[in-house]
């Protein structure tokens, strides 16, 4: 990878950007420290656009290794000063089913790294229950919660942000390829078994 950032836009090489029904940039950075303090100010920047135009940031987050070093660098006093946490909801786009401070829990990392060195209130942080049993049951609990907080039941609810990571295997929000769920049209929030890879 080459030490400069190289964006590709949508509406390169005589592509109409129009045609596209979601143009974005694509952003490519030398290393991970370059791309968690892009991430990072994107949080930022978009926290305080969407609470200037609504008064509140949705946010959901992605678990794995490559967030921590994100969400440990919006924990420090350069970033967390800049974030109106009393108006942030967050919540994750996928989790393990383990209890919240298993290892494996996306929420542990994301508290550990941020949530437990920042002024968020507990009631701003929608971690998905895996305390319920059975899985299908945390499932329908977390998109219950989550359509209940957005005020959005018959649509899909539009978050601010959302991270999502890319797994060697090409799955992302724990969506792996070829997986029955990929097939579903109407709920938010499915289980579905992964054998360890």
């Not at 350069?78 to 829990?105: H, K, L, N, T």
């Amino acid at each position: 990878m080459t030490n400069e950032r190289k964006i590709i836009r949508a509406d390169e090489e005589g592509q109409n950007n129009s045609a596209h029904p979601y143009p974005c940039d694509l952003q490519v950075y030398s290393d991970a420290g370059q791309l968690a303090r892009a991430a990072a100010e994107l949080f930022v920047n978009t926290a305080a656009d969407s609470i200037a135009a609504h008064g509140r940031f949705w946010v959901a987050l992605s678990g794995g290794t490559t967030p921590r070093r994100l969400y440990k660098l919006l924990a420090t006093s350069a970033f967390s000063y800049r974030v109106d946490w009393g108006r942030i909801g967050i919540f994750w786009g996928d989790e393990c089913y383990a209890p919240a401070d298993d290892p494996d829990s996306n929420y542990r990392m994301t508290a550990e790294a941020l949530l437990q060195h920042v002024p968020i209130p507990f009631m701003n942080v929608h971690r998905v229950p895996t305390e319920i049993d059975p899985p299908q049951a945390a499932a329908a609990a977390y998109e219950h919660q989550i359509r209940h907080c957005f005020r959005v039941f018959d649509s899909v609810p539009q978050f601010d942000l959302i991270y999502l990571g890319l797994g060697t295997s090409g799955h992302t929000a724990s969506l792996f390829p070829r997986s029955p769920v990929l097939k579903e049209t109407s709920r938010l929030v499915l289980t579905d078994f992964v054998a360890e890879l």
